[in-house]
């Protein structure tokens, strides 16, 4: 791909494991300072540890914004600012139809997979307009654009999410923020592991060689970072689109 991100800081959410990880190594390869924000602060400084000088460890719980702010304020502090915002974490556990779904729990998926997309934008959204921009990718999902058995949290989160990308962009294009969100597609990670054993629906149903491995999902995000993806902005890339794929430089 060859896209350099020297002097550059990235910050990704749920970086403790899967896409998120993987991300984080990623960036770091193009030569971005990165900083590492998860529950786990075991995992993130694990990670951090294996990376080095260029990561740091942030524990945070997304869901929380006085924490999400705090988690931006120590990104700013240990790297000098923030470029890249990666809005990774998600959660789909408990998978349940409507009837059955246990409204707290029901609440805490949208905590994360909505309000922590929104967290994370808003405590970035001020450094970078004081920076003169930057570029803010979520991770999406095709359950955003339709209903999936025992996913009403998950769809409705992912729809959520998408819209919030196509504010961030009606709001803050012409003062240099490029919002853009990647739909993966299935990628081999934990989640698909609970999914499967949820039993529900036909994406549990998936054999485990369907699912594309997280480090494409990580290489198309620091794709997303170039000049390539102007055209996406305020919207979503599929990473099933093949000339998607080949423009990534994955086979």
Not at 25 to 36: I, M
Not at 116 to 123: D, L, N, Q, T, W
Not at 154 to 161: F, I, L, T
Not at 225 to 240: F, H, K, P, Q
């Amino acid at each position: 791909m060859g896209v350099d991100l020297g002097g550059k800081t990235v910050l990704i959410t749920g970086a403790s494991r899967g896409i998120g990880a993987e991300a984080a190594r990623a960036f770091a390869a193009a030569g971005a300072k990165v900083a590492l924000v998860a529950r786990s602060a075991e995992a993130v400084a694990d990670l951090a540890g294996e990376i080095g000088e260029q990561a740091v460890a942030i524990p945070c719980d997304i869901a929380r914004y006085w924490e999400m702010e705090q988690a931006v304020a120590k990104c700013v502090e240990a790297h000098g600012g923030l470029d890249v915002l990666v809005n990774n974490a998600g959660v789909i556990e408990p998978v349940a139809h409507m009837a059955d779904a246990d409204p707290a729990a029901w609440g805490e998926v949208i905590d994360i997979n909505l309000k922590g997309v929104f967290h994370g934008m808003r405590a970035a959204l001020p450094v970078m307009l004081d920076n003169g921009g930057g570029t803010v990718l979520t991770i999406g999902s095709g359950a955003a654009h339709g209903p999936v058995e025992a996913w009403s949290h998950y769809c409705s989160s992912k729809a959520g999410a998408l819209m919030l990308t196509r504010m961030l962009d009606k709001e803050y294009r012409d003062k240099g923020i490029r919002a853009l969100s990647l739909s993966p597609g299935t990628v081999a990670t934990q989640m698909q592991r609970e999914i499967k054993a949820s039993g529900i629906n036909p994406v549990s149903q998936l054999d485990w060689s369907d699912h594309i491995p997280p480090e494409w999902v990580a290489r198309a995000l620091v794709w997303m970072c170039s000049d390539a993806v102007d055209a996406y902005r305020g919207g979503e890339i599929s990473l099933r689109d093949e000339d998607v794929r080949k423009a990534v430089g994955l086979t």
